[in-house]
């Protein structure tokens, strides 16, 4: 059974810091990483995917990336805003032995504020 | 385009009772899954389909289940209700399949109250 944890739980920081968010996940048997991004209230939004063959991607201020072989994925965000206070999920889809997946598997999230 | 789209947005029901919530993925994709969402126990995976067939299933019991139509649009039953079935209901589609590497898109969800 794949188990992903995420840390830390919650992380508040002044607007304009740089900061990473951690993910680590038990399974390396894994197809693709996604993080997601949930405002209160409201469904996952995706900001990036990186699929088992690669170590990084990068979309606007954010950068993920993931290292299989010892189960762990960062996500850095550059010079934060207030707009990016939301609660960060990484979430896995981890291959079956004799083929097929068993869906995202999801952390319990960072909750992230940014002061203004 | 627009986005997955999930019916009704709020339910309230009682125990013992059942339900039926629906979910219209993005147009064009053929794939669509399902997730309960608690404080809890965070978000679980329900069932993944894809081309009217359940791809793989999570680790939930019989009364959870699921069928996808021609359209691509799915369905999720909840017979015999209980209190701990209370949780945010989310639907995903995609392209392909979650194992093919594809981005999934969520919906708002199905707030499911059960009194």
């Known amino acids: 059974k794949q188990e992903v944890t995420q840390i830390p739980a919650a992380l508040s920081v002044p607007e304009g810091e740089n900061l990473v968010l951690n993910c680590s996940f038990t399974?390396?048997?894994?197809?693709?990483l996604q993080w997601f991004r949930q405002d209160p209230g409201k469904g996952l939004t995706s900001l990036l995917l990186i699929q088992s063959s690669q170590r990084e991607q990068t979309s606007g201020r954010l950068n993920a990336s993931l290292d299989k072989s010892s189960g762990r994925s960062t996500l850095y965000i550059a010079a934060s805003q207030p707009g990016d206070s939301a609660t960060y999920l990484c979430a896995t889809v981890r291959s079956l032995a004799g083929g097929g997946a068993d869906g995202l598997t999801f952390g319990k999230g960072t909750h992230l504020i940014i002061q203004p | 385009k627009a986005g997955v789209t999930q019916t009704p947005r709020y339910l309230i029901k009682t125990r013992g009772q059942q339900v039926t919530l629906s979910c219209s993925p993005i147009?064009?994709?053929?794939?669509v899954s399902w997730y309960q969402q608690t404080p809890g126990q965070g978000l679980q995976f329900l069932f993944e389909?894809?081309?009217?067939?359940?791809?793989n299933k999570g680790n939930f019991p019989g009364r959870f289940s699921g069928r996808q139509f021609s359209n691509s649009r799915s369905e999720m039953n909840v017979s015999t209700l209980e209190l701990g079935d209370s949780a945010l209901y989310l639907c995903?589609?995609?392209?392909?399949?979650?194992?093919?590497?594809?981005?999934?898109?969520f919906g708002p969800g199905t707030r499911l109250t059960v009194l």
């Open positions: 995903a589609s995609s392209f392909i399949p979650s194992d093919m590497g594809d981005t999934q898109y």
């Open positions: 389909y894809f081309s009217e067939t359940q791809r």
């Open positions: 399974d390396s048997a894994i197809y693709n």
């Open positions: 147009s064009g994709h053929r794939s």
